[in-house]
């Protein structure tokens, strides 16, 4: 790769994928200047030291799993609540890859401030949007519950060890979403 042509999104990607196999401890900048081949200089130029890296990317996590997501449901704001619900699973429960990096965001949070206010960040936007979708869904009783449990259903599914199969995961959701509701779910 010819340096001047790497944006800081490379880089920033290249945190994601170091950060999802080796963890927080593997973010150093020889470490990121080997997955891309570059010299320190273009990782300088990007951001100041390995703080700035660090918060950038945080901050590009967040936007990635979590804005970014959200905002695609919202690019039709006429759906209904359970349609919305169901937009928003869909990529949840594709992405298999990506629940290395959330088990690494999770321990990095628990060992660094600004991580862990990251990570709350992350878990109060998703819960918060979960509650809307949820409060939307006429047959839901206690939606702020039903938005818990939902979360705390891919928390759990991605920590424990090996993580839960999408597969098996879609049909936790669904059996959980039909008792909600009282609607066969995510068929």
């Known amino acids: 790769m010819v340096s001047g042509m790497v944006a800081q999104k490379d880089w920033l990607e290249a945190g994601l994928k170091v950060l999802a196999a080796e963890g927080s401890p593997a973010l150093t900048i020889e470490r990121l200047t080997g997955e891309l081949g570059l010299s320190k200089g273009s990782y300088y130029h990007h951001f100041k030291g390995a703080g700035g890296f660090r918060t950038a990317l945080l901050e590009y996590f967040e936007r990635r799993f979590t804005t970014r997501l959200i905002d695609a449901v919202e690019e039709h704001p ?37 991580a862990r206010a990251a990570q709350e960040r992350v878990d109060h936007a ?26 705390l259903i891919l928390i759990g599914a991605e920590q424990v060890v090996p993580p839960v199969p999408a597969t098996e995961l879609r049909a936790l959701y669904a059996t959980t979403l039909t008792l909600a509701t009282g609607k066969p779910f995510l068929t």
């Open 78 to 114: 006429d759906a209904d609540a359970a349609s919305k619900l169901t937009q928003l699973m869909e990529p949840v429960l594709a992405d298999a890859d990506h629940v290395r990096l959330e088990i690494a965001v999770r321990a990095w949070a628990l060992q660094d401030p600004e």
């Open 126 to 151: 998703r819960t918060a949007y979960l509650q809307e979708l949820c409060r939307g869904i006429d047959s839901v009783e206690e939606p702020e519950h039903l938005a818990r449990l939902l979360y």
